[in-house]
């Protein structure tokens, strides 16, 4: 388990020469951080450029992973502060009002410390060593939100489950902000539209006049076509083409395994050992279909990014209306598995890590069927007040993307229904102007 530093009054690093080469390693380690990413930034890369031996930071931080979780800790805390400033919520314009503004206050925090909490989601992986810590702050943050939430008089949607919706939302969109993930979108109208959207979840009946937009109404330009088969994305169907039914039942095994190794390890940390212990063959096997492991990881991401444009279109294929709450709920059910087997596909689109032209083409071009297809079920929506539709998408896909992962091993985890009902009803109430909802 990792422990914080203690810097006491014994410990040989005090003083003020010592303090200033802790806070060189700490810069030196973010502005590293922020160019290579934690997986592929060293311990040793950190002393040379500080100017320092590698025994010599070890005075400082027993190791990479400490001297990350100093910087956890130090964001963290900056984000539960924010949660105390939070006044009363409401269906009214002081209701809204509060909201939009700790929103901004969150958004500021996030510029501030943007290069941890980039690294942060980068780190966080359910096997992680990480993670244990992750998952303190999420309860804790979830925790405080949700006595937030209850004393608002929120109704329809269990405080703590709106709790967990507000913080995938709120962290993943600004993510999305620092890692050109909105096309884009103005600030302004990812604050607006994100105030609206999490008004709306906790409060259906807020009056469209209570809700005051400051940015633009800025629209995104024409999308370029999406693939319209399996060819456009590059997938390699013929590669396990007219092999037997056997040798298809093994790959079948390894790319099953690979999912689920992915989905639990990093791409750094998992390995070709840790995939054919988990499909319960040879190391032999494996080589014989598959170079190494990032070439598993492409056919995954392959095999992923064509499903996905399929679950895209079907989506986009779902009226926005009354008549399509139940449609929506089996969709999302659906998607809340795929989620879960492609958890590691969706990571490494996320971290851009490994950097691999072929994953991270895939995943601009993944991004951009989804988008465009949130654009479609978003603009039919008729309402009464200004909403940016743009900004509206890619907050729902912060939303379907990120809050699957947060749960897990978490006070807060959800069977796979339960989550997709939660999704659901946000959805509903946050996007789609609450219409399924009265059909309730």
């Known amino acids: 388990m990792l422990r914080r530093a203690s810097y006491g009054p014994t410990s040989p690093v005090v003083g003020q020469r010592g303090a200033q080469t802790r806070q060189a390693i700490v810069e030196a380690a973010l502005?590293?951080?922020?160019?290579?990413?934690?997986?592929?930034?060293?311990?040793?890369?950190?002393?040379?450029?500080?100017?320092?031996?590698?025994?010599?930071?070890?005075?400082?931080?027993?190791?990479k992973d400490q001297l990350f979780v100093e910087l956890l800790h130090e964001a963290g805390a900056a984000l539960l502060r924010v949660v105390g400033r939070l006044g009363p919520l409401g269906p009214t314009v002081?209701?809204?009002?509060?909201?939009h503004w700790w929103l901004g206050e969150w958004a500021w925090v996030y510029d501030r410390y943007s290069t941890m909490f980039v690294q942060w989601a980068n780190v966080d992986s359910p096997r992680a060593p990480l993670r244990p810590l992750i998952v303190q702050?999420?309860?804790?943050?979830?925790?405080r939100m949700a006595e937030r939430v209850l004393a608002s008089g929120v109704e329809g949607l269990d405080p703590e489950a709106a709790a967990m919706v507000l913080l995938a939302l709120v962290n993943r969109t600004n993510y999305y902000r620092h890692t050109n993930g909105v096309r884009g979108v103005p600030d302004e109208d990812i604050l607006d539209t994100l105030a609206t959207v999490a008004q709306l979840i906790l409060f259906p009946s807020t009056p469209a006049d209570a809700i005051v937009r400051h940015g633009s109404a800025g629209l995104r330009p024409a999308p370029a076509a999406a693939p319209t088969d399996d060819s456009a994305w590059g997938f390699r169907a013929e590669r396990f083409a007219g092999l037997s039914e056997r040798v298809q039942a093994t790959v079948r095994q390894l790319l099953d395994a690979g999912a689920r190794v992915f989905a639990a390890h990093s791409f750094h940390v998992a390995n070709v050992d840790d995939v054919v212990t988990e499909a319960g063959l040879g190391r032999g096997t494996f080589y014989r279909y598959f170079d190494d492991k990032l070439d598993l990881m492409v056919t995954l991401a392959e095999e992923c990014a064509v499903r996905l444009q399929t679950?895209?279109?079907?989506?986009?294929?779902?009226?926005?209306?009354?008549?399509?709450?139940t449609t929506l709920r089996a969709w999302l059910k659906e998607f809340v598995r795929?989620?879960?087997?492609?958890?590691?596909?969706f990571r490494v689109w996320l971290e851009?890590?490994?950097?691999?032209?072929?994953?991270?083409?895939?995943?601009?071009?993944?991004?951009?069927?989804?988008?465009?297809a949130f654009d479609d079920v978003l603009s039919q929506v008729q309402r009464g007040y200004r909403f940016s539709v743009p900004a509206g998408a890619a907050i729902l896909l912060a939303l379907l993307e990120r809050l699957p992962d947060q749960v897990l091993g978490t006070r807060h985890d959800m069977g796979n229904d339960e989550l997709a009902e939660v999704l659901a009803v946000s959805i509903e109430r946050g996007f789609l102007n609450g219409a399924p909802l009265t059909a309730r």
């Open 94 to 99: 002081a209701g809204y009002d509060n909201l």
């Open 31 to 63: 502005g590293l951080f922020a160019d290579r990413g934690f997986h592929a930034t060293l311990v040793d890369d950190i002393a040379h450029a500080v100017g320092i031996s590698r025994a010599a930071l070890y005075q400082y931080f027993e190791s």
């Open 352 to 372: 851009q890590e490994p950097r691999d032209p072929r994953l991270q083409s895939m995943g601009r071009r993944v991004g951009d069927t989804v988008l465009d």
């Open 338 to 345: 795929f989620h879960r087997r492609y958890a590691g596909i």
């Open 137 to 143: 702050f999420v309860d804790n943050y979830a925790s």
């Open 311 to 325: 679950m895209s279109a079907a989506l986009a294929a779902i009226p926005p209306t009354r008549e399509g709450s």
